[in-house]
C-alpha cells in the first residue's frame, strides 16, 4: 500500500510503501499511524485516522 508521508529532511511530500502499522498509547487514548522507510532507509511515520488505519491492509 502507498501512502503520502512529509520527508523532514527534504522538506517535501514523498510517497512510500507502508511497511507497517502501529498503534501508540493507552487504551481509550490511542493514536494510529503507518510507518516507511525511505529509499537511503530513513524512517518515515505518519499519523492517521482509525477508520483509515483499520481498512489498510498491510
Do not use: H, I, Q
Not at 529532511?9 to 507497517?20: C, P, W, Y
Not at 494510529?32 to 537511503?40: G, L, M, N, R, W
Amino acid at each position: 500500500m502507498k501512502a503520502t508521508f512529509y520527508d523532514v529532511k527534504l522538506r517535501k511530500k514523498v510517497d512510500a510503501d507502508v511497511t507497517e502499522k502501529v498503534k501508540y498509547g493507552k487504551a481509550g487514548n490511542e493514536r494510529f499511524a503507518f510507518k516507511a522507510k525511505t529509499s537511503d532507509g530513513r524512517n518515515l511515520t505518519k499519523f492517521v485516522s482509525k477508520k483509515d488505519w483499520d481498512a489498510a491492509s498491510v
